[in-house]
């Protein structure tokens, strides 16, 4: 069993940053891909990033360029840094951990946007 636990989201105004954190419960990062999705008021949960296990990154187009995704393999920690951020960023962020057989996932931390 695997429990993650998002932080990081809050508050902030257009063009600002956050930085989320997926705090995993054991050390996962060798055998996990590990994913942000999010998911606006209304709207069905998008994919945002992912991170595999081999350490290849992929992005969203609404966010490349924008957000980053690593991890602290020492912290059993991912993170997402979000720059520029928008108003359409604003969600609830939720990280996603896999090894292809089993899925876990956290909470969710929301992250709104707004002047």
């Known amino acids: 069993q695997v429990q993650l636990v998002e932080s990081g989201g809050g508050l902030v105004q257009p063009g600002g940053s956050l930085r989320l954190s997926c705090a995993a419960s054991?050390?996962?990062?060798?055998?996990?891909?590990m994913t942000w999705y999010r998911q606006a008021p209304g709207k069905g949960r998008e994919w945002v990033a992912t991170?595999?296990?081999?350490?290849?990154?992929n992005y969203a187009d609404s966010v490349k360029g924008r957000f980053t995704i690593s991890r602290d393999n020492a912290k059993n920690t991912v993170y997402l840094q979000m720059n520029s951020l928008k108003l359409e960023d604003t969600a609830v962020y939720y990280c996603?951990?896999?090894?292809?057989?089993?899925?876990?996932w956290g909470q969710g931390t929301q992250v709104t946007v707004s002047s």
């Open positions: 054991r050390s996962i990062f060798s055998s996990y891909d």
């Open positions: 996603r951990a896999t090894d292809g057989l089993r899925i876990y």
């Open positions: 991170l595999t296990s081999t350490g290849t990154t």
